[in-house]
């Protein structure tokens, strides 16, 4: 079983993502990333783009980014639009 991470993703007033999953994929200021489980922690700007998310159940679905800020910790991810 491949392990999974806590991730949210959220503007003011709404979640738009909170569960587990695989992978993110986010578009960076310095080009796009992706997070797995157990990545290394940092702080990063987003630019506009499209967040890419694979559920634990293996489910894929995109989220459309005009600009945030991504904070990556232990086997959490949080997203703030």
């Known amino acids: 079983m491949a392990k999974t991470f806590?991730?949210?993703?959220?503007?003011?007033g709404e979640n738009l993502y909170e569960g587990e999953a695989?992978?993110?994929?986010?578009?960076?200021?310095?080009g796009d990333f992706?997070?797995?489980?157990?990545h290394e922690a940092f702080v990063t700007p987003l630019?506009?783009?499209?967040?890419?998310?694979?559920?634990?159940?293996?489910?894929?679905?995109?989220?459309?980014?005009e600009s945030g800020v991504a904070e990556i910790s232990t086997n959490q991810v949080t997203?703030?639009?």
């Open 34 to 38: 992706t997070v797995l489980a157990d």
């Open 22 to 30: 695989l992978l993110v994929t986010l578009p960076g200021a310095d």
């Open 47 to 65: 630019r506009a783009g499209v967040a890419r998310v694979k559920s634990a159940a293996g489910e894929e679905s995109t989220i459309d980014i």
């Open 6 to 12: 806590h991730l949210t993703i959220a503007k003011v």
């Open 79 to 81: 997203v703030l639009l």
